[in-house]
């Protein structure tokens, strides 16, 4: 039978056609008055997307750069930081953080809970409190969200003057990231995620305390020095050869995000494709994996006892071509990930439910009466959501 490959993969995510159009048209030399021009609009539209007046610059890397750029940028060797960590990516922040020398207060809890005040609350109090604090807005390797605003509000009670570090790289255009009201200092995207384009291109945006704060900073830093990229991408240009195609793309894909309602109209897409895709597990008697609060970028879904997840991935890719996620790291083999971040719709959330309930009950553990009632849940979310209307009705 013929089959279409698609991911449905937390990064990289589906691609947009006209980001893929715009990369393979462009053909522009970077030092032009032409590219110049494509790279401003594009930083004006990231701007808006992330609903900030912080600068927001563009690195060529994958999203990790922009971790490691943040933190290197305000940070001195032996500085004390305080890392959230519930996760293979809160990792990323302690091992990034031990790399440059710096000493790292952990705070840790079991994958799959979220971060609140709690968490912070008497860790940022004294003379010799950390100055930094580093958390992920969305936890992608557990489809676990941390909650900023409070991580921020309870951070900045005790430190008027902590640097909010934010992994935003799932984080932004899934849930709520008020980046200027809730005073994050940095929060880091990237391009495979929710704005729908190749992997290669990370973005992040930059308060005044940040840029205050990068005059005294002393950890080594070349490639990723943002004062420089900062002076460079005010007159449209980039310190180094920039991602030409990646930035063509880019700019596509925010236009068209820009027609769904900016980056809050991403967000609820992607909120309601994961409630609906919850719906059905509670139909089926699935759990998504771990406590905390649902992030609208993945589900991460627990596999029935005995079932190894590795074997639902090769059932979903081989007669579906339907690319999902195994866990990472010592959660592999527990759950499959499936995203909702990005350029996916409802029809293709309900018809990955329908192959998983295929691949289930091919591995006896869905009984055949089953099959449809997951779907059946989604579809009535659906209903609900949109009021029951008719498609007939109201276009
Ligand atoms: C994908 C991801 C990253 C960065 O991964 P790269 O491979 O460096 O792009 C970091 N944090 C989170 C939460 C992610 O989902």
């Not at 997307?49 to 600068?55: H, K, P, Q, S, V």
């Not at 952990?106 to 968490?119: D, I, N, R």
């Not at 310190?239 to 820009?258: D, H, Q, S, V």
């Amino acid at each position: 039978m013929l089959k279409k490959e698609r991911l449905f993969t937390p990064g990289p995510t589906a691609l947009l056609p006209q980001a893929q159009a715009a990369m393979a048209a462009m053909t522009l030399h970077h030092r032009t008055a032409e590219f110049r021009a494509v790279v401003t609009q594009t930083l004006q539209r990231l701007q808006r997307f992330l609903d900030t007046r912080n600068e927001v610059l563009l690195l060529a890397s994958s999203g990790t750069g922009a971790m490691e750029a943040a933190l290197t940028n305000v940070t001195s060797p032996g500085e004390r930081v305080l890392v959230l960590s519930a996760g293979k990516f809160g990792e990323r922040w302690e091992k990034l953080a031990q790399a440059y020398g710096l000493l790292v207060d952990l705070v840790q809890l079991p994958y799959g809970e979220s971060f609140g005040a709690a968490q912070v609350k008497g860790r940022l109090s004294g003379a010799n409190a950390p100055g930094v604090v580093m958390v992920q807005a969305s936890e992608s390797s557990t489809g676990c969200k941390h909650d900023i605003e409070a991580i921020a509000k309870a951070a900045r009670a005790e430190k008027a003057d902590v640097l909010i570090l934010v992994d935003g790289i799932t984080g932004v255009g899934t849930q709520a990231l008020e980046i200027d009201a809730w005073e994050l200092d940095m929060v880091v995207g990237g391009s495979q995620k929710a704005v729908m384009m190749a992997p290669g291109l990370a973005y992040l945006s930059v308060s005044e305390r940040a840029w205050a704060a990068m005059e005294a900073a002393k950890t080594p830093r070349f490639y990723f020095d943002l004062r420089r990229e900062r002076k460079s991408q005010a007159q449209g240009e980039t310190a180094f050869t920039p991602a030409i195609g990646l930035i063509a793309a880019l700019n596509a894909a925010l236009e068209y995000i820009e027609g769904l309602g900016g980056r809050a109209g991403l967000t609820a897409n992607a909120e309601a494709l994961g409630a609906a895709t919850r719906a059905a597990l509670g139909a089926l008697g699935l759990k998504r994996f771990g406590q905390g609060q649902p992030s609208g970028a993945l589900t991460a879904i627990e596999m029935p006892a005995g079932l190894d997840a590795g074997l639902v991935v090769k059932g979903l890719r081989q007669q579906f071509g339907s690319v999902v996620a195994n866990g990472q790291g010592e959660m592999k083999g527990q759950m499959i990930r499936v995203a909702h971040l990005g350029y996916y719709d409802f029809a293709e959330t309900l018809s990955l439910i329908a192959q998983l309930e295929i691949v289930l009950a091919q591995l006896g553990k869905l009984e055949t009466a089953k099959l449809g009632t997951g779907v059946a849940a989604a579809q009535r979310y659906f209903l609900a959501e949109t009021g029951g209307q008719k498609a007939s009705a109201k276009g």
